[in-house]
């Protein structure tokens, strides 16, 4: 007799046709750092601990993703995952699951916790690094840490955690003159360089698109050094990308703002209390923590899961004058 197959889970799509595959979760909305783009130097109001979904709750709504929805990659992201007591655990139950397990981190931390998540069943990591300058690490990031990054850095990549990324964020009059340096500091250390356009997810509400470094401008800076060939885009992925030719290297560029790739977006995010966002800049959310602990079956969570995904819009609309910003800063929805 042959053996029973599990039939594939119907897609997660939308009204535009879509197909959602990449989920993120957040594990935390606390972090280490008071980076100046991204919160103010006293912090934000945490979630009280009752509020943050569990290591159970969590696993059962990346299980519920991963066999009812057809999710292929979950990306754990926070506030900064890394404080997310037990990491290491979770990381290895979540690995049970069969997806492309992924770390988006600032590195404190890291440099401890590389081996035992790659152990656990982590398969890469992406670091924020926005510059190489102590000085100027601390003045960003409110905290003298760069040696601790750079030795997440190192360890991730000695651990297997690849490939390993580093994300930029270049900012005019602050960091934006570190462009070439970044990606030097990259091609020499074997990791991967990605430069993403700073975005209103902010939680003063003080970003200015005049201070926004292009994806057009980091291009032409890059352009000055290297020639750049053109490799485009891995299927959905964020970032576009070019090899520096004559060299097996490539950077990439994440340019939300001027020029959205919303048209192929296949991203939902789960946020650390439970909430679902069909979009980083959804205006809504979808309560799956009140279903969970409400006593709601896999059917019913998986219903609701896809009638939020089935209410995405087509774009994010930075730009355009109804423009609205979401409630929630970066911090708190996880990248």
């Known amino acids: 007799m042959a053996p029973r197959t599990t039939p594939a889970p119907a897609p997660l799509v939308d009204r535009f046709g879509r197909v959602h595959t990449d989920l993120r979760i957040s594990l935390t909305d606390r972090c280490n750092l008071r980076c100046t783009y991204c919160m103010?130097?006293?912090?934000l109001d945490w979630l009280p601990k009752a509020e943050v979904l569990t290591d159970g709750e969590l696993l059962r709504l990346a299980g519920i993703a991963v066999h009812r929805l057809g999710i292929r990659t979950l990306r754990l992201t926070g506030g900064e995952p890394l404080l997310r007591r037990g990491?290491?655990?979770?990381?290895?139950?979540?690995?049970?699951l069969g997806a492309e397990l992924s770390l988006t981190t600032n590195g404190i931390g890291l440099a401890r916790l590389?081996?035992?998540?790659?152990?656990?069943?982590?398969?890469r990591a992406n670091v924020s690094l926005d510059t190489l300058r102590p000085e100027r690490y601390a003045a960003i990031t409110r905290r003298d840490r760069l040696a601790d990054v750079l030795a997440g850095l190192a360890a991730a990549r000695a651990a297997g955690l690849e490939p390993v990324k580093v994300n930029a964020v270049p900012v005019r009059g602050v960091n934006e003159d570190e462009i070439v340096d970044l990606v030097e500091f990259a091609v020499a250390g074997g990791y991967r360089m990605r430069f993403i356009e700073s975005m209103p997810l902010d939680a003063q509400g003080a970003w200015n698109r005049e201070a926004m470094v292009t994806a057009e401008e980091i291009l032409g800076v890059l352009g000055e050094r290297w020639r750049l060939v053109p490799v485009g885009r891995h299927g959905n992925a964020p970032a576009e990308e070019w090899r520096l030719d004559g060299t097996p290297h490539v950077v990439g560029v994440i340019a939300s703002v001027t020029r959205p790739f919303c048209g192929g977006c296949d991203r939902v995010r789960l946020t650390a209390d439970g909430q679902l966002r069909n979009c980083l800049f959804a205006t809504e959310e979808s309560d799956l923590r009140?279903?969970?602990?409400?006593?709601?079956?896999?059917?019913?969570?998986?219903?609701?899961?896809?009638?939020?995904?089935?209410?995405?819009g087509?774009?994010?609309?930075?730009?355009?004058?109804?423009?609205?910003?979401?409630d929630r800063p970066m911090s708190a929805i996880g990248g």
């Open 290 to 312: 009140a279903l969970l602990r409400g006593g709601a079956d896999d059917d019913g969570i998986e219903a609701a899961w896809r009638a939020c995904v089935a209410r995405k």
């Open 114 to 123: 590389a081996p035992e998540l790659k152990q656990a069943g982590l398969h």
């Open 40 to 43: 103010p130097a006293e912090g």
């Open 87 to 96: 990491l290491p655990g979770l990381v290895e139950r979540l690995s049970t």
């Open 314 to 326: 087509p774009g994010h609309r930075i730009g355009d004058e109804g423009f609205v910003r979401p």
